[in-house]
């Protein structure tokens, strides 16, 4: 059957080589330096001696050229010299890209779902990790009663929740376990697509060391969970004056900034692997290839990135909000209190630096007041470095989704300033708090699409 479509000739001599037409897309010449030889006008030398045409509808059997002479192959041609193109070791299916799609829309969902277990304070509910046994949760009296039992022996039970019933219960230990369960859906959809892929050829080797690397940190991310639980059941704070029972700021942080790596991650990788399977089957558009090799965007591109990061930032300080509960003081904007600054004595106060130290740095991570006025200033600066490269954008020839890309990251960002507002003015209500949570992440997606469509193709012109 194969030989049905695929014509297969006489040796060829030197010059015939000229008229061997071939449409194997550079992405291939690069990334399959094993069958290349050389490109004579258009025709590709492969080492076993076969060109080929247009998406392998054509092969033409000519002749490897060894100082000059051309030398004759007898061997009959094979299937296995074309098996090579889709070996592990230089291309990756596009079914592996919308994998990774579809696991960063899940990482995207339980970001949201942990705001929620946050805002709702559930997160300390379940006072034990048991990543087998925990996957069912109790069904009976008895077995609620057990572990409503053991939530009372730790300080967020004494010190906040002291006055709650077993419904109440029942309510803030479903909304944890769901968080957990989400994230071990999210492992299973990960870990088993992930080795089924790299045992069935379907990743190149570059993909195969993002893919583990993606898994590394999707494990790291459920021990930093544990940790940032953990941090709240400690029994310091019974003994600590003013204690608040939550998790510690720190982890929070450390918990989400890892979560938004990892949605980041698979959300490129997916991107770059469908669209180097297009530049693979030559169906890339030559059009925004060309645009996008003009220098003049180098610029652009850089400036998109430095967006990306300080979108990033601005996240991690919204983080830092939240695990210090800052946005229940100064509820009010753009003033806090009398005048836009806070006096320099609750910017720096003394009360947050630890015994032996001199300098007041610690308020930048440990003083409610100062890491409010930190977010502010920096989600405002997000908004006007945006909107700056927005208005750059406009004196430059962009390809069309890149301008989409701009676009979005303009109206998302004043989305998501207006949310942060209001969650503020409100006092942080459930709605709001949650959907601008959502926002930082749907913000970093816009401007990690603007991102990945502004990179050149690797194809030629």
Same mark, same amino acid.
């Given at each position: 059957?194969?030989?049905?479509? $695929?014509?297969?000739?006489?040796?060829?001599?030197?010059?015939?080589?000229?008229?061997?037409?071939?449409?194997?897309?550079?992405?291939?010449?690069?990334?399959?330096?094993?069958?290349?030889?050389?490109?004579?006008?258009?025709?590709?030398?492969?080492?076993?001696?076969?060109?080929?045409?247009?998406?392998?509808?054509?092969?033409?059997?000519?002749?490897?050229? /060894?100082?000059?002479?051309?030398?004759?192959?007898?061997?009959?041609?094979?299937?296995?010299?074309? !098996?090579?193109?889709?070996?592990?070791?230089?291309?990756?299916?596009?079914?592996?890209?919308?994998?990774?799609?579809? *696991?960063?829309?899940?990482?995207?969902?339980?970001?949201? @779902?942990?705001?929620?277990?946050?805002?709702?304070? !559930?997160?300390?509910?379940?006072? %034990?990790?048991?990543?087998?046994?925990?996957?069912?949760?109790?069904?009976?009296?008895?077995?609620?009663?057990?572990?409503? %039992?053991?939530?009372?022996?730790?300080?967020?039970?004494?010190?906040?929740?002291?006055?709650?019933?077993?419904?109440?219960?029942?309510?803030?230990?479903?909304? %944890?376990?769901?968080?957990?369960?989400?994230?071990?859906?999210?492992?299973?959809?990960?870990?088993?697509?992930?080795?089924?892929?790299?045992?069935?050829?379907?990743? !190149?080797?570059?993909?195969?060391?993002?893919?583990?690397?993606?898994?590394?940190?999707?494990?790291?991310?459920?021990?930093?969970?544990?940790?940032?639980?953990?941090?709240?059941?400690?029994?310091?704070?019974?003994?600590?004056?003013?204690?608040?029972?939550?998790?510690?700021?720190?982890?929070?942080?450390?918990?989400?900034?890892?979560?938004?790596?990892?949605?980041?991650?698979?959300?490129? &990788?997916?991107?770059?692997?469908?669209?180097?399977?297009?530049?693979?089957?030559?169906?890339? =558009?030559?059009?925004?290839? /060309?645009? @996008?090799?003009?220098?003049?965007?180098?610029?652009?591109?850089?400036?998109?990135? $430095?967006?990306?990061?300080?979108?990033?930032?601005? !996240?991690?300080?919204?983080?830092?909000?939240?695990?210090?509960?800052?946005?229940?003081?100064?509820?009010?904007? =753009?003033?806090?209190?009398?005048?836009?600054?806070?006096?320099?004595? %609750?910017?720096? *106060?003394?009360?947050?630096?630890?015994?032996?130290?001199?300098?007041?740095? /610690?308020?930048?991570?440990?003083?409610?007041?100062?890491?409010?006025?930190?977010?502010?200033?920096?989600?405002?600066? &997000?908004? $006007?470095?945006? &909107?700056?490269?927005?208005?750059?954008?406009? /004196?430059?020839?962009?390809?069309?989704?890149?301008?989409?890309?701009?676009? *979005?990251?303009?109206?998302?960002? $004043?989305?998501?300033?207006?949310?942060?507002?209001?969650?503020?003015?409100?006092?942080?209500?459930?709605?709001?708090?949650?959907?601008?949570?959502?926002?930082?992440?749907?913000?970093?997606?816009?401007?990690?699409?603007?991102?990945?469509?502004?990179?050149?193709?690797?194809?030629?012109?």
């Amino acid at each position: 059957m194969f030989r049905q479509f $695929c014509h297969i000739s006489p040796v060829l001599p030197f010059h015939s080589l000229a008229k061997v037409e071939t449409r194997v897309s550079p992405f291939l010449q690069r990334e399959t330096p094993r069958l290349r030889l050389t490109t004579i006008t258009g025709g590709l030398v492969f080492r076993h001696g076969f060109a080929i045409s247009p998406v392998v509808s054509s092969f033409t059997r000519v002749s490897s050229f /060894r100082q000059g002479h051309s030398h004759f192959s007898n061997s009959r041609f094979r299937l296995s010299s074309l !098996s090579k193109i889709n070996t592990p070791n230089n291309y990756t299916k596009p079914i592996v890209g919308r994998w990774l799609l579809l *696991s960063s829309g899940l990482v995207f969902g339980i970001v949201v @779902l942990g705001g929620l277990t946050r805002l709702t304070e !559930s997160g300390l509910s379940i006072v %034990e990790w048991k990543p087998i046994t925990g996957v069912i949760p109790p069904i009976t009296h008895p077995q609620w009663e057990e572990e409503f %039992e053991k939530y009372k022996q730790f300080p967020e039970y004494k010190l906040l929740n002291y006055n709650i019933s077993l419904s109440d219960f029942k309510y803030i230990y479903l909304m %944890e376990w769901s968080h957990r369960m989400w994230g071990r859906m999210i492992g299973l959809i990960f870990v088993l697509p992930a080795v089924y892929f790299g045992f069935r050829g379907h990743m !190149s080797r570059p993909i195969i060391k993002k893919v583990v690397g993606l898994a590394g940190l999707l494990g790291f991310q459920g021990v930093l969970g544990w940790y940032m639980v953990k941090s709240g059941l400690s029994e310091e704070l019974m003994s600590t004056p003013g204690a608040v029972p939550r998790v510690s700021h720190y982890w929070l942080v450390a918990h989400l900034g890892s979560a938004f790596l990892l949605y980041s991650g698979m959300f490129l &990788t997916g991107l770059q692997i469908l669209r180097d399977s297009k530049i693979a089957y030559d169906s890339f =558009p030559k059009g925004v290839a /060309r645009i @996008l090799a003009n220098p003049s965007l180098n610029k652009f591109r850089r400036l998109a990135i $430095c967006v990306a990061m300080l979108i990033f930032l601005t !996240s991690m300080s919204g983080a830092l909000v939240a695990g210090l509960d800052a946005g229940l003081i100064y509820n009010e904007f =753009p003033y806090m209190g009398k005048n836009i600054i806070p006096p320099k004595s %609750e910017l720096f *106060s003394k009360a947050y630096a630890r015994l032996g130290e001199a300098n007041l740095w /610690r308020n930048f991570i440990d003083n409610p007041t100062t890491v409010q006025f930190d977010h502010r200033v920096l989600a405002i600066s &997000t908004l $006007c470095a945006i &909107t700056t490269l927005w208005l750059y954008s406009r /004196r430059l020839m962009l390809p069309p989704k890149a301008r989409l890309a701009i676009n *979005s990251v303009l109206g998302v960002s $004043c989305l998501q300033v207006t949310l942060g507002i209001s969650t503020l003015i409100y006092m942080v209500p459930l709605p709001l708090a949650s959907a601008h949570q959502a926002g930082s992440l749907t913000l970093l997606t816009t401007a990690l699409y603007l991102v990945h469509t502004m990179k050149r193709i690797p194809i030629k012109i």
